[in-house]
């Protein structure tokens, strides 16, 4: 028996994506002692199909917290900010559940690891936004050339959520955590806290961030016990491009020591020509590489 999960999730037009994700996980021998489930949030009947002889389990993603339909507007995909909390309850039969964004791929299994031991003892696995290279953090409206309107990501889904500015002030500054990969023990408080949150947020606030928004507040005010894990365990590369490793074949974070990326997350997408390379995966970019030349490159998953 499996002990410990991978999980994500998609609606038909991101299954080429999930498709790429499932594919590279199953790329790495030790994928075979780990399971993977899929969340349905509208995958067609063909695509499940592909996916059932490659994953452990799909279950349909339901809306765990009843949400106005005003809200929904159809796009079942969204159940992804809400379901996520709710691991356990859909695949119950694991100790220890990684959910990685069906928009990212695991290009070094060294990080699936990271993520499953960072989770021992209830904590929370999972990775700041900011690292080496980030430029910008908080963004700011200055007034008279010394007041400031603060626009951080926490700030701004904070007060839209009516969290009231006490709270608001506390995540401000707070660095933002990305939900897109993480990790939990079955057993973890982590669960209550996420979900206790997640119903305050999304009764005033967007769905789309409002679990993301719930997670912030489960670690910097509710004091979740996390073990942050470095940036290339979730790799955003809209925040900050790569560079390429022309002699292994492989995409490193752009500083020394260049470390390998661990998972590769197109989250906010890579644009060219105002194409999306999540959308087309024939879009290249141009990136360096460590021997300072540049190469065009996708950043999607090749087999």
């Known amino acids: 028996m499996k002990k410990n999960v991978i999980v994500s999730l998609a609606d038909s037009n991101y299954f080429p994506l999930l498709n790429e994700l499932v594919d590279s996980i199953k790329s ?15 995958l067609k009947d063909d695509q499940k199909k592909i996916l059932s002889e490659k994953v452990d389990e799909i ?27 709710f691991l356990p309850k859909y695949f119950p039969d694991y ?6 964004d069906c928009d990212a791929w695991v290009n070094d299994w060294h990080c699936i690891e990271l993520y499953f031991k960072a989770c021992d003892n209830g904590k929370l696995g999972i990775t700041q936004t ?16 010394k007041l400031a309107i603060i626009k951080s990501q926490n700030f701004k889904h904070a007060v839209k959520s009516k969290l009231g500015y006490e709270r608001a002030r506390k995540l401000a500054f707070a660095p933002h955590i990305n939900i897109g990969v993480f990790s939990l023990e079955k057993n973890s408080d982590g669960w209550k806290s996420w979900q206790k949150n997640l119903e305050e947020t999304l009764r005033a606030g967007n769905i789309f961030g409002s679990e993301g928004l719930a997670i912030n507040m489960s670690v ?8 942050f894990l470095p940036l290339n365990c979730n790799w955003i590369t809209s925040n900050l491009l790569p560079k390429y490793d022309e002699d292994n074949n492989t995409f490193v974070e752009p500083y020394l020591p260049n470390y390998k990326i661990g998972i590769m997350h197109l989250a906010a997408g890579i644009w060219k020509d105002g194409k999306d390379m999540r959308v087309d995966k024939s ?21």
Request: proline share 2%; glycine share 6%; charged share 30%.
């Open 95 to 100: 100790e220890k559940y990684l959910w990685i």
């Open 220 to 227: 910097y005010l509710d004091n979740l016990e996390t073990e």
């Open 283 to 303: 879009i290249e970019i141009e990136i360096e590489t460590l021997k300072a030349a540049k190469v065009l490159r996708s950043l999607r998953y090749i087999n």
């Open 59 to 85: 279950k349909s993603a339901e809306w765990d917290i009843e949400v106005p339909g005003y809200k929904v507007k159809g796009k079942e995909w969204l159940k992804s900010q809400v379901s996520r909390a």
């Open 28 to 42: 790495f021998e030790e994928s075979k002692k780990v399971a993977i489930c899929i969340l349905d949030a509208g």
């Open 130 to 145: 900011i690292g080496p290279g980030y430029k910008i953090t908080s963004r700011v409206n200055w007034l008279f050339g």
